[in-house]
Antibody, heavy 124, light 110 residues
Framework: EVQLLESGGGLLQPGGSLRLSCAAS????????MNWVRQAPGKGLEWVSA????????YYADSVKGRFTISRDNSKNTLYLQMNSLRAEDTAVYYC?????????????????WGQGTLVTVSS | QSVLTQPPSASGTPGQRVTISCSGS????????VYWYQHLPGTAPKLLIY???QRPSGVPDRFSGSKSGSSASLAISGLRSEDEADYYC???????????FGGGTKLTVL
């Protein structure tokens, strides 16, 4: 059974930093691209970032480019999101989502399993 | 403002058939596959439909997807109380070089 368990969320002030983790199990982790998708309070879903199976290729939404860094440790079956220079508009539940292929591209990017999310609140 | 447009709400009574629309443009739905997700707040979103009209194993055939031009629809037949959730469409956008979502439709089972 595929399981994705996010952790690391919390309350912090604007300008702060936070690292989210996603522990994966139930599938061969390094065979699949992984993603972060977020949902701000009362809003819809927004794709944030993706990484290929090896971690060698990374992709970001314009809204987080230059501030967030996605990475993975395939020896620990864990996905990370380092978030710096946080803003109030980054407040959201952050979901870890599994891709359907090793690569992240227009035909395989979609997400077949998701975690339950971790809440990040940025407020002064 | 979401790139894909969905109605904010939909409703139906048990046993009814409801449809949820998703409108986009030539750079997203018009040239790429559409995906549908079911989301109950506080839980993990669930893939309902992939590649316009394919159901993952375990998804009941009460759920079906279709696409025409730059629009897509999710149909739910034989509505059940457990179908009450938020539904999101998604597609790749060639102009943005990334995936985009609809704003979500809250389905209420009356």
């Amino acid at each position: 059974e595929v399981q994705l368990l996010e952790s690391g969320g919390g309350l912090l002030q604007p300008g702060g930093s936070l690292r989210l983790s996603c522990a994966a199990s139930g599938f061969t982790f390094n065979n699949y691209a992984m993603n972060w998708v977020r949902q701000a309070p009362g809003k819809g879903l927004e794709w944030v970032s993706a990484t290929s199976g090896s971690g060698g290729s990374t992709y970001y939404a314009d809204s987080v480019k230059g501030r967030f860094t996605i990475s993975r440790d395939n020896s620990k079956n864990t996905l990370y999101l380092q978030m710096n220079s946080l803003r109030a508009e980054d407040t959201a539940v952050y979901y870890c989502a599994k891709g359907t292929s090793y690569y992240y591209d227009s035909s395989t990017y979609y997400w077949d399993y998701w975690g339950q999310g971790t809440l990040v609140t940025v407020s002064s | 403002q979401s790139v894909l447009t969905q109605p904010p709400s939909a409703s139906g009574t048990p046993g009814q058939r409801v449809t949820i629309s998703c409108s986009g443009s030539s750079s997203n739905i018009g040239s790429n596959y559409v995906y549908w997700y079911q989301h109950l707040p506080g839980t993990a979103p669930k893939l309902l439909i992939y590649r316009n009209n394919q159901r993952p194993s375990g998804v009941p055939d009460r759920f079906s997807g279709s696409k025409s031009g730059s629009s897509a629809s999710l149909a739910i037949s034989g509505l059940r109380s457990e179908d009450e959730a938020d539904y999101y469409c998604a597609a790749w956008d060639d102009s943005l070089s990334g995936p985009v979502f609809g704003g979500g439709t809250k389905l209420t089972v009356l």
